[in-house]
Structure formats: C-alpha cells, structure tokens
C-alpha cells in the first residue's frame, strides 16, 4: 500500500486488515503479501516481477451517518450497505421510515 508520507501505525493497521481480507478472497495457490511504504512525489514506484497494481483510494469517513428521523435520538440507518441482505434491510427500512413519518423527508418522492 503506497502512501504519500510515511506510514504510521494507522497505516500499517490498514494495510494488515486490507491483506486479510484479500487472502480470504483469492485462491490458495494465490500468495499475497502487502506493505505499507511511502512514495513521495516526485518518486516512482516501480513493480517488481509478479507484482501487480490494485487500486482503492482511501477516504475520510463521513463525520455521521445519515439519518432521517427528526429524533436524534432514533437509530441511525446503515450508512454504506456491504452485502445484499444489507441493502435489502436498508431499502426495507426506508420504505417503512418514510410510511410512518413522510414529512421527516425533505425529498419524499423518487424524482425529488
């Protein structure tokens, strides 16, 4: 994983998660290795035989996650659906937040 300052532990911590959750996902015969380095322009970095690039920008979180109820104090909806039984549960609870309080959405119908 390249960043453009030195990696700290954050970084690594990432970088460790990022390569777990490949392993599980390739093929046995598949060996992956990943590392946190800095590259700073205006240095190149150049691959190695049998390396690749994969590429995923890394951005900030939102600072909450969005919420339609006009009570703070209901549970939030899920924010970024990962699985499809996720997004199916968040459609299924927008759909019900919007029949229970439909003037809580400043956008109530789809062409809004």
């Known amino acids: 994983m390249i960043y453009d300052h030195e ?14 959750f490949v392993v599980a996902d390739v093929p046995d015969d598949v060996e992956v290795r990943l590392k946190a ?3 700073v322009l205006p240095e190149e970095w150049t691959l190695l035989d049998g390396e690749e690039w994969v590429y ?17 104090a209901a ?8 699985t499809r039984d996720e997004l199916a549960s968040f459609i299924d609870e927008l759909a019900s937040t919007s029949a229970v309080s ?4 400043e956008n109530a119908t789809l062409p809004d």
């Open 37 to 39: 380095v800095a590259v």
């Open 75 to 82: 549970t939030p909806l899920l924010d970024s659906p990962r």
């Open 102 to 105: 439909p003037g809580a959405w």
């Open 56 to 72: 995923l920008r890394k951005e900030p979180a939102p600072p909450q996650p969005w919420h339609p109820h006009p009570n703070p």
């Open 7 to 20: 990696p700290d532990a954050t970084d690594r911590e990432d970088c460790s998660l990022v390569e777990t």
